[in-house]
Nanobody, 127 residues
Framework: QVQLVESGGGLVQAGESLRLSCAAS????????MGWFRQASGKEREFVAA????????LVADSVKGRFTISREPAKRTVYLHMNSLKLEDTAVYYC????????????????????WGQGAQVTVSS
């Protein structure tokens, strides 16, 4: 089992950057594919980015492509979401998610495919 704790959220102006971190507990961090999702007020949770357990494969949603990237640092058991050129519509609660997987090259992009979730981090983009 793994526990996830997000950090790095906050209030920024449009066009600025922010980096979210997700720290994972447990000894098997390298066995998990990781993902980031977000949920704006009154909307469903949506996929943002995913990374395979090896870190070799990544996927980002079309809505953030070219602005957001995902990475992981196994030594720190941490996955990051690097957010650049933030827009008003990026305002949401951002959630980190994990799925235990047997293969290094897989990533996942639906809510139902993940087993563990963090508590969320608020990101607010103002004009």
């Amino acid at each position: 089992q793994v526990q996830l704790v997000e950090s790095g959220g906050g209030l920024v102006q449009a066009g600025e950057s922010l980096r979210l971190s997700c720290a994972a507990s447990g000894r098997t961090f390298n066995g998990y594919a990781m993902g980031w999702f977000r949920q704006a007020s009154g909307k469903e949770r949506e996929f943002v980015a995913a990374i395979s357990r090896s870190g070799d494969s990544t996927l980002v949603a079309d809505s953030v492509k070219g602005r957001f990237t995902i990475s992981r640092e196994p030594a720190k058991r941490t996955v990051y979401l690097h957010m650049n050129s933030l827009k008003l519509e990026d305002t949401a609660v951002y959630y980190c998610a994990a799925r235990l997987v047997p293969y290094s090259g897989s990533y996942y992009y639906t809510v139902d495919e993940y087993d563990y979730w963090g508590q969320g981090a608020q990101v607010t983009v103002s004009s």
